[in-house]
């Protein structure tokens, strides 16, 4: 097995979805999903990061638990439109087995607010990095970025670019990944 980092496996998996093609699955459905497997395991980072009200976040948090943990900011469109189907997605999934995590990264929390106070975000909690700590820790270029975590912590997928978080296709398919793990 060639070893790559999470630089060079995230690189590739934007190559590949610039041209449409799905990176590293090993599922039809996940495939036509557009969720990318890595060719090996990556260690999680930590979040360690505030929600709204000021609670911090940690990984270790959601064990036992397959996580969406989804990279944005609100100056970047395809975030923008891609928040509510995160917020349906989390509320369709439960909190029983999933969680879905949206972190923000480096607006201040009266923008967040703002942007939030426009959209459907019950059932999401929002993060803050507004250190922007984490886009050199999960090796972010971009956004949005959203990883999905086994309930043992392990990236298990990761995905560049907006989806529709919240189509009964992603909520399968996410759901797939919990019932492999």
């Known amino acids: 097995m ?9 690189g590739a998996c934007a190559v590949l ?21 890595p060719a090996l395991t990556i260690e999680t980072p930590e979040l360690n ?16 638990k397959t996580v969406l943990v989804s990279f944005w900011a609100t100056w970047c469109p395809p975030c923008r439109k891609e928040m509510p189907t995160l917020a349906r997605l989390s509320r369709e999934l439960g909190t029983d ?11 201040k929390q009266e923008k967040i607010q703002a942007f939030l106070d426009e959209i459907d975000h019950d059932g999401l909690p929002v993060l ?9 820790k999960w090796f972010l270029r971009g956004l949005p970025v959203t990883y999905v975590l086994t309930p043992d912590g392990q ?18 398919g996410i759901r797939s990944i919990h019932d492999a793990s």
């Open 2 to 10: 060639v070893n790559l980092n999470r630089r060079e496996i995230l």
């Open 17 to 37: 979805a610039a041209t449409g093609l799905p990176a590293y699955a090993d599922n039809a459905h996940l495939q036509y999903l557009g969720l990318a497997k």
């Open 49 to 64: 990061v505030p929600d709204l009200a000021g609670k911090i976040h940690q990984v270790k948090d959601y064990e036992g």
């Open 97 to 107: 087995d999933f969680a879905v995590l949206a972190v923000n990264v480096g607006d």
């Open 128 to 136: 803050m990095d507004q250190k922007t700590d984490l886009p050199g």
């Open 155 to 172: 990236v298990a997928y990761g995905a560049i670019g907006e989806r529709v978080w919240d189509s009964p296709a992603m909520i399968s």
